[in-house]
């Protein structure tokens, strides 16, 4: 099966009465201004999360063409080390836990860069009270023009503890850790619980999206790679 990744405006006007004359306002084009020139990137998705359709934002995002995207999962352009987070999310909105979820997003374009932003995604529903879509809203980081700020204490990280970093960003597990830097599991596991206490965040995915967002880990980057001066 496949999808057309397209902007499909509703065809809805409303007329207003009014000093003689008539004025028709067309939502449809208004509705399209919002989602093409809002600098949002904007994507509908059918159950399975896969693209129906996305507004020139997201597609320039992650540096596609309409048909690179058709039926291409939404999954597909996070960082391997939060798709898990996210899946818990969609699976909570496709069982009716919620309505919607808003998250911090580290996101991987096709030619295998990298944007930051926070995403809300909303579950839309059909007459007989299922999940018949998602609508997601992705709101990208600016670029920053303040200079670098300077690296604080405790955030530099050993030159251990920045690979073990780069490895869960990569999606890595902990045997797979264990078996690359020939450590134990319970030595990787050890090192990981310090890394979420350093930097204050409750699980693995959270921590990779605190790296990208505090210039730890490099954006884009693949890959994902500490950036040198966070290594003590």
């Given at each position: 099966m496949t999808h057309?990744?397209?902007?499909?405006p509703a065809e809805l006007t409303h007329s207003v009465h009014g000093l003689g004359a008539t004025q028709t306002i067309d939502y449809a084009q208004v509705a399209l201004a919002i989602l093409q020139y809002s600098g949002l990137c904007i994507a509908n998705l059918d159950p399975e999360?896969?693209?129906?359709?996305a507004n020139n934002?997201?597609?320039?995002?992650?540096?596609g063409t309409s048909a690179?995207?058709?039926?291409?999962?939404?999954?597909?352009?996070?960082?391997p080390g939060t798709?898990?987070?996210?899946?818990?999310?969609?699976?909570?909105l496709a069982s009716g836990q919620r309505s919607a979820f808003?998250?911090?997003?580290?996101?991987?374009?096709?030619?295998?860069?990298?944007?930051?932003?926070?995403?809300?995604?909303?579950?839309?529903?059909?007459?007989?009270?299922?999940?018949?879509?998602?609508?997601?809203?992705v709101q990208p980081d600016g670029a920053s023009a303040e200079p670098p700020r300077p690296v604080r204490k405790n955030r530099a990280l050993n030159p251990l503890d920045a690979r073990i970093l780069e490895g869960i960003a990569a999606g890595a597990s902990t045997i797979q850790l264990a078996a690359k830097l020939h450590l134990s599991r319970q030595g990787i596991?050890?090192?990981?619980?310090?890394?979420?206490?350093?930097?204050?965040?409750p699980n693995r995915a959270a921590l990779v999206s605190r790296a990208y967002a505090t210039g730890v880990l490099t954006i884009g980057a693949w890959p994902p790679s500490v950036r040198p001066e966070f290594i003590e």
């Open positions: 057309e990744v397209e902007s499909r999360l896969r693209l129906v359709e934002e997201f597609v320039h995002h992650v540096s690179s995207l058709s039926g291409r999962s939404f999954l597909d352009f996070l960082n798709q898990e987070q996210a899946r818990r999310h969609f699976g909570r808003t998250d911090y997003l580290v996101g991987v374009s096709l030619q295998g860069g990298q944007f930051t932003g926070h995403l809300t995604a909303i579950a839309n529903h059909s007459d007989t009270g299922r999940m018949s879509g998602v609508t997601v809203i596991e050890y090192r990981v619980s310090s890394l979420l206490r350093k930097h204050r965040v």
